[in-house]
């Protein structure tokens, strides 16, 4: 053998070694720490958990997700999307409600009647995305939606006005339910029930299609109409979400992707679920209050009239342009 034919041989023994040392790390699994913004095993919480075991099924020799627990257990929800962008966590579930003293444009997100597959193509999901890589925030998907809030009593109202009602509330309807002269606070959600049952607060606002069953014992009103979008979301810290391969990171894609089609506001899926739990409620004695009218618009254009105002607030400098795309 000549000398170059040698060479050849040695260089080309060396890429299939090179090939073979390195094919195994390229295809290695890895596994992500997970966690959700409310209890494990709660109406709230298992769409993500969802999410985590569709991930974990198809992503074998790929990636999973170890699901670590949920808020309040291991702190509390309002921090938790935080301590995630700090490293405590690499993936979590969580509501905008929660992550709102991260970013301060994420009540949009629960703001626009647009289906997020249209939120894709104006480039409001990408704007979003734009705000939450700088606090080291990857957005992934909506991977769910419980439909609208709704407030919730155990005295009757005839009109939109909640002057002498203590609320128990999120920061995502405080603004909204003070205007028309509520007084609130905040408190936990597993709190509610003995809140609601000892007459500590005669309300509280929830979506309907996250409705705690045992509530129905300490509750008596729905009011309608619903407002705002009860949207839950996939989030990963961005350093994290970098460090994963191509494969990894379309399989979280795909996955997420799924789970916000089924998702998307008005879908039959979730009409039914509504349908379903307002069948039950009312079959255990809850019944509905609603507006109409001049009432209904008074109800809604508070609502969102203070939402929006609250976001305009928040964030001058990019408030305008999101309500262009999101309202």
Known sequence: MTIKATILAVSALSVVVIGLNTTPALSKEVTIRGASCFPIGSPPSRGFESVVKAVNARGKGVLQIKLVGGAPAIGSPFTLTQKMAGGAYDIVGCTEAYFGNVLNEAPVFRLSPKPYSELRKNGGIAYLQKLLHAKNIHFIARHNDHGPFHLWLSKKIDKPDLTGLNLRVAPVYTAFFKSLGATVQTAPLPQIYTLM???????????????????????????????????????????????????????????????????????????????????????????????????????????????????????????????????
């Open 197 to 327: 049952e000892n007459n500590t607060v005669q309300g509280f606002g929830w979506p309907a299609g996250a409705f705690v069953p045992p509530w129905v014992k300490v509750t008596k009103y729905q009011v309608n109409p619903g407002f705002y979008w009860s949207t839950l979301h996939t989030l990963a810290n961005l350093k994290k979400w970098k460090s994963l391969s191509k494969a990894q990171k379309n399989l979280l894609n795909k996955v997420g992707l799924e789970f916000e089609a089924q998702n998307e506001p008005g879908n039959a899926a979730l009409k039914a679920r509504l349908k379903k739990g307002l069948a039950k409620r009312a079959k255990a004695g809850l019944k509905v209050i609603e507006f109409k009218g001049a009432d209904r618009k008074k109800w809604l254009d508070a609502a969102y009239g203070e939402a929006w105002k609250e976001v305009l607030l928040r964030s001058p400098k990019h408030g305008k342009q999101l309500e262009k795309l999101f309202r």
